[in-house]
């Protein structure tokens, strides 16, 4: 299989060559904590900003955690288990990142990334966009096409991991063995599962399934390999890309086989954010406000009633204090007025 740098000098010609060959380059630091960027951020002495600032991260990192706990909560019930332990580690499951995953996505929905170095090099997004839409005329010599797939598998065959995580893979090994005749509800789960992704892989992985899918139904592609057709070979090609054995090796091919079609046919649709999840966060967010303004109120209720104590006091203390001899002096002259004997 050749790979990018061999390419010969027609094709070369013609495509970037920044980044060109780079398929060691490594893999984008995790998002750094909220806490601590925005401590760099705030001067010392602000004591104002200081406290308005971790408010703001303290509420951040509780609506991160909604959406873990609700995700984790949607998976287990779609695959009828009580709890995922022993498939996944929650430790490994960031908030954050499916926010991120749900929140910022494109036109097209595709997740952008806050941090472009994280992107894919520029020659393999070209050379994904050339074979997304490529016509018959494209090629500027015979089996150019094919130079250009091989460049990119192998790219993404010799990254440190597999697109969907080392992490996840007893789960997405078990889908479809779970779940081998209810497709809606297999999709479900996919879904939730590429939420659970670093927006990075996520973002990888969108785009190549999408191309590859395109490449399926392309009839003016020529063959990329003789007597093999094209969705075969993308599959065969595919599966090491998208999920490998963290123990070594490629697992059961048949299955990885099948979820790597599966992916294919719902290339659009896998990396989704499931209405019911969305529902079951606007659900709890719905009860969260109600509790809370519900505190608010009697917060509000109790602080009311102190200060009209703390009033009453007052006035209390305000009245003039008169002294006893000065009261036997009124009391022995009003004793003396008319009318009152």
């Given amino acids: 299989m050749r790979s990018q740098v061999d390419f010969p000098a027609p094709c070369k010609k013609h495509l970037p060559t920044k980044n060109v060959g780079n398929f060691g380059r490594a893999i984008p ?7 601590r960027t925005q401590r760099h951020r705030t001067g010392i002495g602000e004591k104002t900003s200081v406290t308005t600032t971790t408010t703001t991260i303290k509420d951040e990192l509780q609506e991160d955690e909604r959406w873990k706990e609700m995700t984790l909560y ?13 498939l996944v580690d929650p430790r490994r499951v ?21 941090d472009k170095t994280g992107d894919l090099p520029q020659w393999v997004l070209s050379a994904l966009r050339s074979l997304s839409h490529w016509r018959g005329t494209d090629g500027l010599y015979e089996g150019f096409e094919r130079d250009v797939f091989r460049s990119v ?19 997405f090994s078990r889908i479809l063995v779970k779940h081998p005749t209810c497709e809606a509800t297999a999709l ?17 992985l ?66 989704q954010v499931p209405a019911e999840l969305l529902v079951q966060l606007a659900q709890h967010h719905k009860t969260h406000s109600s509790l809370q303004l519900q505190k608010q109120e009697r917060e509000g209720k109790g602080k009311q009633h102190s200060s009209a104590s703390r009033s009453t006091e007052s006035r209390r203390k305000a009245l003039p204090q008169i002294k006893p001899p000065l009261l036997k002096y009124l009391a022995r002259h009003l004793r003396q007025l008319p009318g009152l004997h």
Avoid: M
């Fill in 153 to 171: 598998i192998d790219y993404f065959q010799k990254l440190p991991e597999p697109l969907l995580t080392y992490h996840l893979y007893s789960l």
């Fill in 188 to 204: 479900l789960a996919v879904q939730l599962l590429c939420l659970l992704l670093p927006p990075w892989q996520r973002r990888y």
């Fill in 94 to 114: 960031h908030g954050a990142h499916i926010r991120h995953n749900a929140q910022h996505v494109g036109k097209h929905g595709i997740v952008t990334l806050e």
């Fill in 29 to 35: 630091q995790r998002f750094r904590s909220p806490l």
């Fill in 206 to 271: 969108q785009l190549l399934l999408r191309t590859a899918a395109r490449l399926c139904s392309n009839v003016d592609l020529p063959p990329l390999e003789p007597g093999l057709g094209t969705r075969a070979l993308v599959v065969e090609n595919l599966s090491p890309a998208l999920l490998r054995s963290p123990n070594g090796g490629e697992g059961d091919e048949t299955l990885n086989h099948a979820l790597t079609s599966f992916l294919l046919d719902h290339a659009d649709e896998v990396t």
């Fill in 74 to 86: 949607l998976l287990s019930t779609v695959l009828e288990r009580d709890s995922l332990w022993g």
